[in-house]
């Protein structure tokens, strides 16, 4: 079965301060992994998308890895804001027959970023 | 632009009543999305279109009608509103599928059933 699992459910770090969301999954035929932010009553927005050829991507403060061959991936947030402040999803792609990609989505880190 | 709208952002039924959530891009995506986001559950794909004119299930049809008469338009329709319908409802966009396609998604809308 095709999941997507998160740890922790939920972080409080203070602001300034680094942290690291993990993600495990099991899905096949893996396409690509991706790492999405929703903040509280919006939709997600894409920070990062690897594919399996790909071990790190970053955007700005946002450097995503992938483990292919463990099926691990982690979202690391450096000095962070109290603007990051939100749920961290990550999605991971399975390729199909039909060329559509099925989208397995993981259940969320909620980070709280303290003063 | 304007991205991927969605109207309306909260919306309470009773049992039984319809309704239909709209959802517009103005990115000329051909991909557009009907998500549900359940508290504690990853978001389940409920319909998609390829394109005007082509739509398909995702994993949670039930309940739920979709059309595609316009590039820009992918409005979700609930006939029968039962209490398991309550979630909230992501509409989202990509210009195709590939690999490294993003998804743009709309801010949602809160849907309760009671």
């Known amino acids: 079965k095709n999941q997507v699992e ?8 203070l602001e300034g301060k ?8 099991t899905v096949s035929p ?21 594919t399996f050829s790909e071990n790190t ?6 450097t995503a890895t992938l483990d292919a061959d463990t099926k691990q991936s982690s979202l690391h947030i450096t000095a962070s804001q109290l603007s990051d402040s939100a749920s961290y999803i990550c999605v991971v792609s399975a390729e199909g027959n039909t060329g ?12 709280l970023v303290s003063p | 632009n304007a991205g991927v709208t969605q109207t309306p952002k909260f919306r309470i039924l009773k049992i039984g009543q319809s309704m239909t959530l709209q959802c517009t891009q103005d990115m000329n995506h051909n991909y557009m999305y009907w998500y549900r986001q359940d508290p504690g559950m990853g978001l389940k794909l409920i319909y998609y279109s390829v394109g005007a004119g082509i739509t398909d299930k995702g994993e949670v049809p039930n309940g739920y009608n979709v059309s595609r008469s316009t590039t820009e338009d992918f409005p979700l329709r609930l006939e029968l509103a039962a209490p398991s ?12 599928v590939s690999t490294n396609e993003k998804l743009f998604f709309g801010s949602g809308t809160q849907l309760s059933v009671l």
């Open chain 1, 6 to 13: 998160q740890s922790p459910q939920s972080l409080i770090i």
């Open chain 1, 57 to 62: 991507k970053s955007n700005g403060r946002y």
């Open chain 2, 85 to 96: 319908q309550t979630s909230v409802y992501f509409c989202a966009s990509s210009r195709r």
């Open chain 1, 30 to 50: 893996f396409s690509n992994l991706r790492w999405y932010k929703q903040d509280t009553g919006r939709g997600p927005v894409s920070l990062t998308i690897m």
């Open chain 1, 18 to 25: 680094n942290c690291t969301l993990q993600c495990n999954y």
């Open chain 1, 100 to 111: 559509f990609q099925k989208l397995v989505f993981g259940t969320g880190t909620r980070l």
